[in-house]
């Protein structure tokens, strides 16, 4: 566990720990928070999935033993991916989702891992541009809703 002290942001909670998930308490955590967005892919079992894979870093941003924001940090063996940075309402605009961010990416670096491809939102891209996002590439966004009976 690391407490982050952070000199370019006087904004940032004197005492805020980035750690791994090490709970189920945790895994509920980010679950709700995911679904506090509607994101309807990350559910509790899907994070409990994340969380159970090696080469996964599962992060949790808390202060005083309350988690305020998530991030994960999936490797694979020629790229990485970063996801589900959520940070609460309350706790925005402080440096917490720049430092989640920071962490993910220093997890994939450790891994020898340079390529990394962020989920993220078009709200956001300030955010992942003072990480160093250099590039962004539209997803598609649009959902098949058809039958698939073409």
Request: charged share 20%.
């Amino acid at each position: 566990m690391e407490i982050i002290q952070d000199p370019d942001r006087s904004k940032l909670p004197e005492h805020l720990l980035i750690r791994p998930f090490n709970s189920n308490s945790d895994i509920i955590f980010a679950a709700a928070l995911t679904a506090s967005l509607k994101w309807h892919s990350e559910t509790e079992t899907e994070i409990t999935t994340l969380f159970n894979n090696k080469s996964i870093g599962c992060l949790i941003a808390e202060l005083n033993g309350n988690p305020l924001g998530i991030c994960v940090a999936t490797a694979y063996p020629e790229f990485g991916f970063i996801g589900e940075l959520i940070v609460k309402p309350r706790y925005r605009n402080l440096g917490i989702g720049r430092l989640l961010m920071n962490h993910a990416i220093e997890y994939l670096n450790s891994m020898n891992i340079h390529n990394i491809f962020l989920d993220g939102v078009k709200k956001a891209i300030p955010l992942y541009e003072r990480t160093g996002v250099s590039s962004f590439m539209p997803f598609l966004t649009d959902v098949w809703t058809g039958s698939g009976t073409g």
